[in-house]
Each structure stands twice: as structure tokens, then as C-alpha cells.
């Protein structure tokens, strides 16, 4: 539910598309919070996210995108904070550092949501993406809590 959710979304968003089944297996405290996870999601077109996600080993916030004609490297990927972030790229025309200028994430979030409640802007994603991560969540938990047996992601 906390750092899982960041992998989730992050392939949902690249597919641009939901998943149909998931897998998922997970270590659980005593308290029942799942503190480690590994997991693959299979969307239409045979293509896959896989990741893993834990509290309890060392933190990572990177991820790789691995496409027939190249690959896209982010190594401090979900909360870069005010430094730099780098996207290193390797395809056709060779390898390259792309840089984004770092900002305040939380600063930029609340000043998008004030303007969303003075009528100002619309909201950037709709309470329906929210819905549609949780939705993916949920069969991720069913998943690991059935011994690891793949889940459809179904609408609730």
C-alpha cells in the first residue's frame, strides 16, 4: 500500500492501459502489513511489469524500462527531491543523460490542489485513476495472500 503503489501506477501509466492479471508474493508482519513484495503484472500485447518493493531491506526508488529498440534508466526515480533527477536512455542513437531540473513535489501538490479548490485548475488525474490503482492493489493482495495464484484485476 506504500511504496508498492508507486511501481503500480508507474506501469499503468507507461502502458497507458490496466492490467488484466496480476501475481504477486509477499512476506507479512505480525500485524498483517505486507513488508516485503514481488510482483508481475500482465497486460494485453504480452507486456509485463515485474517489481519488488519491501520496508524492510535497504531503500531504492529505481526502475528500468526495457523496450525492443532500447531502454530507459531512472535511478533515483520517485522521490528525487530538489536535486537533479537523471533519465539515462540507450537506444539507435546511442546512450545519453537526459536532466530535470529538481523542484518541491509537495509544494507543487498542494499549490495545484488549492488552485483545483478555488476553481482555478482541474484536478491533473481524476479520483478514477486512484480507483483503477486500487483496483490493480487489491488483486496484488489477493494474489500474495493465495500463495502467490494469479489474479485478474476485475472492477470492483
Do not use: K
Not at 523542484?103 to 498542494?110: G, H, N, P, S
Not at 483503477?132 to 489474479?151: F, H, K, Q, V, W
Amino acid at each position: 500500500m506504500d511504496v508498492g503503489c508507486y511501481c503500480v501506477n508507474l506501469g499503468r501509466t507507461l502502458f497507458g492501459a490496466e492490467p488484466d492479471e496480476v501475481q504477486a508474493f509477499a512476506t507479512w508482519s505480525a500485524g498483517g502489513v505486507d513488508e516485503q513484495i514481488v510482483a508481475s503484472m500482465c497486460f494485453a500485447e504480452n507486456r509485463y511489469v515485474q517489481f519488488d518493493c519491501a520496508l524492510t531491506l535497504a531503500r531504492r526508488e529505481t526502475y528500468q524500462v526495457v523496450g525492443t529498440d532500447g531502454a530507459i534508466d531512472v535511478p533515483v526515480a520517485f522521490l528525487p527531491g530538489m536535486s537533479n533527477a537523471q533519465i539515462h536512455i540507450r537506444d539507435a542513437q546511442g546512450a545519453r543523460v537526459e536532466t530535470i531540473a529538481g523542484v518541491d513535489e509537495y509544494q507543487l501538490m498542494v499549490e495545484h490542489f488549492a488552485d483545483c479548490v478555488r476553481g482555478r485548475a482541474t484536478p491533473r488525474y481524476p479520483a478514477a485513476e486512484a480507483t483503477a490503482n486500487m483496483r490493480t492493489i487489491a488483486a496484488l493482495y489477493r494474489s500474495a495472500r493465495n500463495d502467490g495464484r494469479p489474479e485478474p484485476v476485475v472492477d470492483a
